[in-house]
């Protein structure tokens, strides 16, 4: 597989500088040249179409025993030839990816070959493959999204810590650290974890923190983060900070042993006003916050 590969990025001009020097370097490289160098020359002779009539009018009547003509020994390496390189090609399109990636600090709104519609929340990355999406819509998830899924075929989001099935429907998923959050909003949701299987209806969530399965408030009309405000279910602080740090895309770091061994938060942060958003968490665990360079840091009172 590993060889169809790079076959097909060397026939796509795809490689950097460093690929194609090990390429060429490579015992099958002389080859492969030979190959893409005897396709490209290749050419249909042109047809003298009254000569062509001619000599099938002359040998028409003509007797005698017919005679066995030999391929061209060429003939079947072409076809060989041609099978390698259609196959290639045939290979690296129907294994091509798309990425939608979000930057920390913005998001990203694309739509998928269906029009089903996502938004990448900060910090967030999507993969699909656009071939043959109708009998296989399938997304590779790392962050956060908010889907709205057109009608169709089963869909699946696929993360780290479990997949989330569909039909048609509007839902969010958050896989970050070791917690994953699945809210449904329309439709029905399947999300799978580990062991743990349940169906979720609207208006109801389901979270996994290292693959234990707990109850959370769900969220009404969409998840807060598309209004700029994100709302948090039992979180805990660190988690918290980091969110906040992904939206305003700044470093936040925590030098501070919490009181209550950092006890779980349950309510909403604004994403669009960092000092109420420190302040927040500063009231509530007591700490007190400081800028150094481009990072700021949060300690004890």
Known sequence: MKDDVTLARWLNDEMDEMELKDFMASPEFATYEKIRKYSAELTAPEADMDALYESV????????APKVRQLNPWFPRVAAILVIVFGAAFFFYTSKTTTQIADLGKRTEFLLPDNSEVVLNSGSEAEYKTWNWDGNRKIELNGEAYFKVAKGEKFDVVTDMGTVTVVGTQFNVKA???????????????????????????????????????????????????????SFANEQPQNIIDEIGRQYNVKIELKAALPNDGKGFTGTIPMNDLDTALDIIKTIYHLKSEKAGN????TSE
């Open 176 to 230: 970050r650290g070791s917690r994953f959050d699945v809210t449904c909003f329309e439709g029905r949701v399947k999300v799978a974890s580990g062991k743990e299987s349940i169906l979720l209806t609207p208006g109801k969530s389901v979270a996994f923190v290292k693959g234990k399965m707990m109850a959370v408030p769900a969220e009404e009309n969409a998840p807060g983060w598309i209004s700029y405000e994100t």
């Open 57 to 64: 009018s002359r040998n028409k009547n003509r007797q005698g």
């Open 295 to 298: 990072k700021i840091i949060l």
